[in-house]
């Protein structure tokens, strides 16, 4: 059985969200069970029998519309744009299912109040110092103080260790990151990734926003880990707008 992990949020009921985890699938060793990402060496065959599942057990409208991510700041709108080489999706479109795939990065999902606009982000700390959700909040319609967004599953500041470079990048972009970077070592620091998401989120002026306390890295039994294991699967975080709900709105 599908095990996945939903968003508490204040989403209107037509907006539907979840995020998969490891449990309720088919792939072997390293990327048991449910891996659902194409390009992490796992078999081809496992995968597709996988997405198969994803959609017909959890009840989808249709085939999510998966994206090739390359950690930078692209956005496609879903019903318009026909490239797929982007880190994050957004949709007014009923029935379209918006998805990103993590092990460690954190997906954000978001929802305009009304339940008319959705997007998800992927957002490792490439994309996130990079301006990645600036980029998506620009391709979405709604008012910024009428979104909702979740920070869902990722990994924690205990587990996230990064050099000088990274922090740089930090503050160069934010101008500062109180308390979003711990002292480790000469030259290396944990990083509190879920905060400076957070951080960015509202400054950018989303109007609510929530945070998941689930870590990729520390939960083995229920999330893939690239910082971890390397040689991995991938979880999706997936958001769309029921069909039904819409045509009754």
């Known amino acids: 059985m599908i095990e996945t992990v939903a968003p508490r949020w204040n989403a209107p009921p037509q907006v539907r969200a979840l995020c998969t985890t490891r449990r309720g699938g088919v792939s072997r060793p390293p990327f048991d069970d449910f891996n659902l990402g194409l390009h992490v060496g796992d078999d081809d065959a496992d995968v597709r029998r996988n997405r198969d ?11 999510p519309d998966w994206i090739r991510q390359t950690h930078g700041t ?13 880190d994050a999706a957004v949709t007014r479109e ?3 299912v918006a998805v990103v795939m993590i092990a460690d990065c954190l ?11 959705i997007a998800a982000i992927h957002a490792g700390w490439r994309g996130l110092a990079a301006g990645v959700v600036e980029a998506a909040l620009e391709r ?3 008012p910024r103080g009428e979104l909702l967004a979740w920070i869902g599953p990722g990994i924690t500041r205990a587990h996230f260790e990064v050099g000088d470079d990274v922090r740089d990048a930090f503050a160069r972009r934010l101008d500062e990151t109180p308390g979003y970077f711990e002292a480790h ?22 109007g609510e926003v929530a945070r998941d306390s689930h870590c ?7 999330f893939f880990s690239y910082r971890r294991e390397r040689a991995t699967g991938r979880m999706a975080a997936l958001i769309w707008i029921e069909p039904a709900a819409a045509a009754r709105a």
Do not use: K, N
């Open 107 to 117: 997906p954000i999902l978001v929802a305009s109040r009304d339940g008319r606009e």
């Open 185 to 206: 070592g000469p030259g290396r620091w944990l990083c509190d990734l879920p905060g400076l998401a957070a951080h960015v989120l509202a400054r950018a002026g989303v």
């Open 216 to 222: 990729t890295y520390r939960d083995r039994e229920h």
């Open 94 to 96: 009923p029935g379209r």
């Open 140 to 142: 979405i319609e709604s």
């Open 74 to 86: 692209r956005v496609v709108r879903l019903e318009r744009d026909r490239d797929r080489d982007a």
């Open 53 to 63: 599942r994803l959609v017909a057990d959890l009840g989808l409208p249709g085939e």
